[in-house]
């Protein structure tokens, strides 16, 4: 049983480009979290989703960022125009129930913006 | 939200037990305290919850103080794989629980 996948592993862009960054949960599991850990620094919350379905967005940036989760594939989290300061390691976990316990979070995409 | 505090890190040699502390006097009735960990270079990885008794599960024991301002997460045995952040949280059972709120922890290096 395939734990959650994240790709790529590895992303560099230049600024102004677009990042987009895929996340397949646990099979079963259908919701999904992305969390973004800076530099020296906690990870921070980002968004949840469910099939099709933006449940909570509230750590989101208001602009470039947007996520998804179609009913069929993976998860996306895509910035658009990207900025040094979006460098940052992105982590997506998921949770067959959504309650708060028992996430499996992914390796996770360092995106690195030059 | 309620806080926790944790101390920035902590030392082990291999093979012997390890007491990781949080502080969380804030805790409400209905926070769940939860331990996450995240070794170099992966994800978090979860470990244990609880929310007044103690638990144990095949990675790690849990001892929440009786009034549940501490807890201690405890390794019996550290291993060189144990080196991680160790993250202590509170989530509360109600509202938005599913957003974990992740401090700076506690950094363990365990020694050979």
């Known amino acids: 049983n395939a734990g959650v996948m994240q790709n790529p592993r590895h992303l560099v862009r230049r600024r102004g480009q677009e990042a987009r960054l895929r996340c397949s949960p646990m099979k079963g599991h259908s919701h999904v979290y992305w969390y973004r850990q800076l530099p020296e620094e906690g990870l921070k919350f980002m968004v949840y989703?469910?099939?099709?379905?933006?449940?909570?967005e509230s750590g989101m940036p208001k602009e470039r960022f947007s996520a998804e989760f179609p009913k069929e594939g993976p998860s996306i989290l895509r910035i658009q125009q990207v900025v040094r300061g979006d460098s940052a390691a992105y982590f997506c976990?998921?949770?067959?129930?959504?309650?708060?316990?028992?996430?499996?979070f992914g390796s996770g995409t360092r995106l690195t913006v030059v | 939200d309620a806080k926790t505090t944790q101390p920035n890190s902590m030392e082990s040699n291999e093979e012997e037990p390890v007491h990781l502390p949080c502080n969380h006097s804030t805790i409400s009735g209905t926070d769940y305290i939860h331990w996450y960990r995240q070794l170099p270079s992966q994800g978090p990885e979860y470990v244990i919850h609880?929310?007044?008794s103690n638990v144990n599960n095949r990675m790690a024991s849990l001892a929440i103080a009786e009034d549940r301002k501490s807890s201690t997460l405890i390794l019996h045995r550290a291993t060189l794989r144990d080196a991680a952040v160790y993250y202590c949280?509170?989530?509360?059972?109600?509202?938005?629980?599913?957003?974990?709120?992740f401090g700076k922890g506690t950094l363990l290096t365990v020694n050979p």
């Open positions: 949280i509170l989530l509360n059972s109600g509202g938005s629980n599913y957003k974990l709120t």
């Open positions: 989703l469910q099939k099709e379905n933006i449940i909570d």
């Open positions: 976990a998921s949770s067959y129930t959504g309650q708060g316990y028992g996430y499996t």
């Open positions: 609880g929310l007044t």
